[in-house]
Nanobody, 125 residues
Framework: QVQLVESGGGLVQTGGSLRLNCTAS????????MGWYRQAPGKRRELVAL???????????RYADSVKGRFTISRDSAKNTVYLQMNGLKSEDTAIYYC???????????????WGQGIQVTVSS
C-alpha cells in the first residue's frame, strides 16, 4: 500500500505565505511526476502545480496561470516528498489542496497515480 500524507495547511491572512508538504510512503519503489491540485467549494478540482520527472535538477515544472509567480513547486526525491511554497496568498486560493504522485510499487510494472486525503488552506481578507 501507498500513502500520501500532506501537511502545512492552515489559516493565513491575505498576502501571507504557507508551505505545503507531501510525502509518499509504504510500498514505494519509485516516484515520477508529483503535483498539487485544489478544489474550492462548488468548483471542480484543478491543477495548481506539477513537477515532471523524478530528478529535481532536470524536472520540468508546470503552473496554473492563477498561481504563476506566487507559488513554487519543488521536490526531494530521496525523501519522496513534494513541496508547494505559496506566497502572496489571496482569498481565491482558499481550497482543499490535494497531493498527487505517480508511484511504482513492488507489485506493479508501471507507475500509477495516488492521491492524498487533502489539506485545508484558508486565506482570510
Amino acid at each position: 500500500q501507498v500513502q500520501l500524507v500532506e501537511s502545512g495547511g492552515g489559516l493565513v491572512q491575505t498576502g501571507g505565505s504557507l508551505r505545503l508538504n507531501c510525502t509518499a510512503s509504504g510500498d514505494v519503489v519509485s516516484v515520477s511526476d508529483m503535483g498539487w491540485y485544489r478544489q474550492a467549494p462548488g468548483k471542480r478540482r484543478e491543477l495548481v502545480a506539477l513537477i515532471i520527472g523524478e530528478y529535481s535538477a532536470r524536472a520540468r515544472k508546470r503552473y496554473a496561470d492563477s498561481v504563476k509567480g506566487r507559488f513554487t513547486i519543488s521536490r526531494d526525491s530521496a525523501k519522496n516528498t513534494v513541496y508547494l511554497q505559496m506566497n502572496g496568498l489571496k482569498s481565491e486560493d482558499t481550497a482543499i489542496y490535494y497531493c498527487n504522485a505517480d508511484v511504482r510499487t513492488s507489485h506493479t510494472y508501471g507507475s500509477y497515480p495516488y492521491w492524498g486525503q487533502g489539506i485545508q488552506v484558508t486565506v482570510s481578507s
